[in-house]
């Protein structure tokens, strides 16, 4: 996980790394017993939505943070950006909750407001993800694929001999 992360975090496209937060998001509140909506695009101020005993939160999803000179997390949101609860992701993996109340907003700087994440609000950690390291010798995705694809071939061939060999001769 530990190289995925970096991966994400050093990827080229913050879409990659939006979807990734998102779908960690879904995970979360799904497991939680919570329902969970897309917001549905990019132009929503908030990026799920999570309901939970007729209660609905407007949830923001924030992947990409940069660390400042005093070494505390800072998280960039737009200036429509509407939500109840932030789920963020550092790029060390670990994963804040925090209630949208407890956010510092410091002044908006061309249309992004960022908020510092202090140790204050270490009490709204999940926790970090887990490091999964891949195995030096384990088989690549394309070995794995081919594997597949050879069995769903061998397996058509066996189906189609025994179809062959149950029809009643005439």
């Known amino acids: 996980m530990t190289r995925l992360l970096s991966k994400i975090h050093n990827s080229e496209s913050s879409n990659i790394r939006g979807e990734f937060g998102e779908a960690l998001a879904r995970a979360f509140f799904i497991e939680h017993g919570f329902r969970v909506s897309e917001a549905g695009g990019n132009w929503y101020p908030y990026d799920l939505l999570a309901e939970r005993h007729a209660v609905t939160y407007r949830v923001q999803v924030k992947t990409s943070v940069s660390v400042d000179k005093d070494g505390y997390h800072r998280v ?36 992004r407001r960022k908020a510092v994440i202090y140790p204050r609000l270490s009490i709204y950690m999940l926790g970090q993800l887990h490091a999964f390291e891949p195995i030096d010798d384990a088989p690549t995705l394309t070995e794995i694929e081919a594997i597949c694809t050879k069995s769903q071939i061998q397996n058509a061939a066996a189906q189609r001999a025994e179809s062959l060999s149950s029809k009643p001769t005439i």
């Open 76 to 111: 960039s949101f737009g200036m429509s950006d509407e939500f109840d609860l932030a789920l963020v992701i550092t790029d060390s993996g670990f994963v804040y909750l925090i209630p949208r109340r407890e956010l510092v907003m410091e002044s908006p700087q061309s249309n």
